[in-house]
């Protein structure tokens, strides 16, 4: 009896707690209103997303987490207080590689949580250019995978884009083996993009040897087709799974298990220093020995770490390259400032794609 009534206390406890929490989040939600009202009779400051407020809030949610919630799982949850707040002030649209189902898409709801409207797009191209036309405030598009490399399409699109990078998201990548078959003896072909196929090589030379393995543009298309093909199988993650109705065959096939995909968030507006960011820039040189090195000596010369160069045909020229360089730091920050202006006397061209926070979870 006095479990019982012990209970009933924790019980009416955790209900005073949920009442007061609902209380908060409401007046969070009022106060987020507030501060649309101000934006629009000012007309100063419409940039109602602002990416370096948001990761600096999600910082400071894992520094004074104590548990016994995990920080990333406390995170998520004011993410996506954040995405409730942040509809009060302007419903955001966001573009990203579809068909629904991708991990893009999931990428864009875990940056930007599930209080905004996703519009699945059929190539990365039509991504960037649904927000150069201003239908979609932002998109989001994958640019590296851990184990396979850049998204080269991502890149090109760069060369020619007006479009900003405002953030970045990290999400680690499960690729799930599934179909409406039964077991796996019954596999005919298997379906999926070409990065996932790749990621997932050497399980499907162990498992699935003697089966086709057929590329096509996006793992929920691959889904999709599994769904109606007699025979055919998809690598995906659960999300599609669960869209298109699939049997889950096995689980975490992918041949990494630490296999993590990076997407960027991209844009019309710069974003202001967070405290911990990262700039990326789009460098071409002439053809010539020792053109790199030279490029790269005022990174060195101002003490600015480089985490990524990639180089791609810059399709001007035979032979010609362009480079994409992720540095640590924003372009605003006075060391990061002195060896942009260094590097554009060296450099052919220099493009800021963005400055913007690192990645907070």
Known sequence: ??????????????????????????????????????????GKDTAFYRPEREAQVLREVLARNKGPIPGEEMARLFREIMSVCLALEQPLTIAYLGPEGTFTQAAALKHFGHSVTTLPLGAIDEVFREVESGSAQYGVVPVENSTEG?????????????????GE?????????????????EIKRVYSHQQSLAQCREWLDENLSGVERVAVSSNAKAARIAKDEPGAAAIAGDIAASIYGLNILRNNIEDWPDNTTRFLIIGHQDTPPSGSDKTSLLVSTMNKPGALHRLLNPLAANNISMSRIESRPSRMTMWDY????????????????????????????????????????
């Not at 009933?8 to 106060?31: F, S």
């Not at 991502?154 to 900003?164: G, Q």
């Not at 998201?169 to 003896?185: K, Y």
């Open 322 to 361: 362009v480079f994409f360089i992720d540095i640590e730091g924003h372009k605003d920050d006075k060391q990061v400032a002195r060896a942009l202006a260094e590097l554009e006397k060296e450099a052919a061209m220099l493009k800021i794609l963005g400055s913007y926070p690192k990645a907070v979870m």
């Open 1 to 42: 009896m006095a479990d019982k009534q012990k209970l009933q206390a924790l019980r009416a406890r955790i209900d005073k707690l949920d009442e007061q929490i609902q209380a908060l989040i409401n007046e969070r939600g009022e106060v987020a209103q507030e501060v649309a009202r101000l934006k629009e009779s000012t």
């Open 169 to 185: 998201v990290e999400l680690r990548v499960h690729q799930h083996l599934m179909g409406a078959v039964n077991d796996i003896s």
């Open 150 to 166: 850049v998204v080269n399409h991502t890149l090109d699109r760069f060369m020619i884009s007006s479009l900003k990078i405002c």
